[in-house]
């Protein structure tokens, strides 16, 4: 018998609330190294229904980082192995798989259905496409979203919400495809990882916990952390006008995105 | 001369290091003194027109330089630049 856990607001003023937080459908891109960390972290804070992306299958190189999964979970499609391994954790947990890579496209059709107020989204992805269509689509939609990205020993975060500056107002554009390193050859540090995805899902749960009015309180900055260093840089940008995110026009849905081929 | 904070993708232009102190009154022409002592560092941070690339932003300070005078924007000998790349990864090896 597996008790169910008891989740209680913090005592420096409830910045979790934790029936929002089993009330809130999380869609979360990608189920590795970020998404992984990021499941945990929402999950045992009181996370209930979840929608998990991934069209991967686990790999022995996987292990390292994506800590949902064991040795006898390769070859497992990735959203099966999670879901397995957190209905231990939470056996009311009601988890829907979707086994496909998405696209901007893909993503607004996911994102179609769900209910704005009662829906955050994670992108945890490694397509530099994907986190600017989710950032777009966010806002278009009026959905709180988390996005982040690690590479090696550093990350970034940022949680975007109407009417603060989002990612694109601090990129225009994801790097081209010759730009981006090659994700192989760069690798990622599996505790860098495991840090920014719990960072996401903290700022994933205080979304859900605040009331929208104040949302705007959690979102707008970008976080930048090297661990070797552990210096965090908080840049904190304007909204740079003329955004076409934040003027809720969306993603453009047709163009293909820049990501890495080696997985 | 001024500090400049090198991203780790770009450390392999400064033989590792995290920061280098560079001359220069204004951002555009710390960046011309940065290639000459990391040569191939400039093209990873501006276009083949010389603009800012889009997926990287300079901050003097706390501050956006497309918020001030983009490349013209003063630097101080006491300031610090920062070059920070928009990072992708996250899911794969
Ligand atoms: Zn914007």
């Known amino acids: 018998m597996i008790p169910e856990p008891r989740i209680q607001s913090p005592p420096d003023g409830g910045a979790i609330d934790a029936a929002a937080v089993a009330r809130t459908q999380f869609v979360v891109l990608g189920a590795g190294g970020l998404g992984c960390p990021a499941l945990l972290g929402l999950v045992a804070a009181g996370a209930r229904r979840v929608t998990l992306v ?41 988890l829907t798989q979707v086994r496909r890579r998405l696209d901007a496209r893909g993503l607004a059709e996911l994102l179609e259905d769900v209910d704005p107020a009662a829906t955050v989204l994670l992108e945890c992805s490694d397509d530099p496409g994907l986190k600017f269509a989710a950032n777009d689509l966010g806002l278009a939609r009026g959905i709180p979203t988390v996005i982040a990205g690690v590479q090696r020993w550093r990350g970034q975060i940022i949680a975007v919400v109407r009417g603060a500056a989002c990612y694109r107002c601090l990129y225009e554009a994801p790097p081209p495809a010759e730009l981006a390193p090659a994700c192989s050859a760069v690798g990622i540090i599996g505790a860098a990882a495991g840090l920014f995805g719990h960072w996401m899902a903290l700022l994933a749960v205080r979304l859900a916990s605040a009331r929208a009015d104040v949302r705007g309180e959690l979102a707008g900055s970008l976080h930048a952390l090297d661990l070797r260093d552990m210096r965090v840089q908080t840049l904190r ?11 809720g026009e969306g993603p453009e849905l047709d163009v293909s995105t820049a990501r890495c081929a080696a997985r | 001369m001024a500090t400049v904070r090198i991203p780790t993708p770009l450390r392999k232009y400064t033989q590792g290091q995290e920061e280098v102190t560079v001359d220069g009154g204004t951002v555009r022409e710390l960046l011309a003194n940065l290639e000459q002592s990391s040569p191939g560092i400039r093209e990873r941070i501006c276009d083949d027109a010389g603009n800012v690339r889009r997926f990287v932003n300079i901050f003097v300070g706390d501050e956006d330089i497309r918020y001030l005078d983009n490349l013209n924007t003063a630097v101080k000998p006491d300031s610090e630049i920062s070059i920070i790349p928009a990072i992708a990864g996250g899911h794969t090896a």
């Open chain 1, 54 to 94: 991934d069209d991967d299958v686990v790999d022995a190189s996987n292990l390292q980082r994506q800590v949902l999964y064991e040795t006898a979970d390769v070859g497992m499609a990735k959203t099966l192995a999670a879901e397995s391994q957190l209905r231990l954790r939470a056996r009311d947990l009601r």
């Open chain 1, 237 to 247: 940008p304007r909204p740079r006008p003329g955004c076409p995110a934040c003027a």
